[in-house]
């Protein structure tokens, strides 16, 4: 049983900057992938952004290439979102989650049912 979870999220003007983070403690369950998601109101999940343990590689959906950064600190028991030039369609829950070892391919789908522990969330709202 694992615990995460996450924080940092605001609300912020349209091209603002926000950094999420997701404390990830509890058992020694061997999770290898750490991902972030969001969900906005009346939108199915969404996979943004996840990071390798093994050697930190990171993806991106395309909606956030290029905005949006992961990285992991502490330890690697942080995992951060760095979010810039933030538009409104970027408002959302923000979930961060973890999953044991998948192929490479299989991480850049961003596919939610992969993941096994999820944090509780937190609110980004991005308005003018």
């Known amino acids: 049983q694992l615990q995460l979870v996450e924080s940092g999220g605001d609300l912020v003007q349209p091209g603002g900057s926000l950094r999420l983070s997701c404390d990830i403690s509890?058992?020694?369950?061997?999770?290898?992938?750490v991902g972030w998601f969001r969900q906005a109101p009346g939108k199915e999940r969404e996979g943004v952004s996840c990071?390798?343990?093994?050697?930190?590689?990171?993806y991106y959906a395309d909606s956030v290439k290029g905005r949006f950064t992961i990285s992991r600190d502490n330890g690697g028991n942080t995992v951060n979102l760095r979010m810039n030039s933030l538009k409104p369609g970027d408002t959302a829950i923000y979930y961060c989650a973890v999953a044991p070892p998948i192929p490479v391919s299989t991480m850049k789908t961003l596919i939610p049912e992969l993941f096994s522990f999820w944090g509780q969330g937190t609110q980004v709202t991005v308005s003018s």
């Open positions: 990071i390798s343990t093994e050697d930190d590689s990171t």
């Open positions: 509890g058992s020694a369950w061997p999770y290898y992938v």
